[in-house]
């Protein structure tokens, strides 16, 4: 199998960023498992780095039960455009690259330096289905297993 391209887009606008973020698609991973109705929101902190707010909804007997994580990301040490660095426990970061951006930015593709990580972001909750397609093809294109990617529920039941 051919190794993936996980290159960053090498313009990033962070201001243009930051805000909330409706998870549509994701690689499995068991820090998100069994989630629905994920949500990522970025915002600016007084250090200069981006406050991390993921936050969603696992299904149980009586209803939903909320999950939330607070992490932060900076630029990474490189200096790319697309490449940020995320940590979620106390200093380790692991690469949060940003492969493909709309021009708007209204959705986005992320992965890491890793080929088990992948993600579809978007402003709404929903995607339309060209929108979807292409994203899954510039991912594909890319060398990723779209096949692999779970569709999150954005609804509530």
């Not at 998100?32 to 902190?45: F, H, K, M, N, P």
């Not at 510039?138 to 999150?152: C, H, N, P, V």
């Amino acid at each position: 199998m051919a190794p993936i391209d996980n290159s960053p887009i090498p313009i990033f606008h962070l201001q243009r960023y930051l805000g909330k973020w409706y998870e549509i698609a994701r690689y499995d991973h068991f820090f998100e498992r069994d989630l629905e109705r994920v949500t990522a929101t970025y915002t600016l902190r007084a250090d200069g780095k981006i406050r991390v707010l993921n936050c969603g909804y696992r299904p149980y007997h009586a209803g939903f039960q909320k999950k939330c994580s607070i992490g932060k990301a900076r630029f990474a040490k490189n200096g790319h455009g697309g490449h940020l660095e995320v940590s979620f426990f106390l200093s380790f970061y692991s690469d949060y690259l940003i492969l493909e951006l709309d021009s708007d930015y209204e959705w986005a593709l992320i992965g890491s330096s890793s080929d088990k990580y992948l993600w579809i972001l978007s402003r709404t909750p929903q995607l339309s289905p060209s929108i979807l397609q292409q994203i899954l093809e510039k991912a594909s294109r890319r060398g990723y297993d779209t096949s692999k990617l779970i569709f999150t529920r954005q609804s509530k039941r």
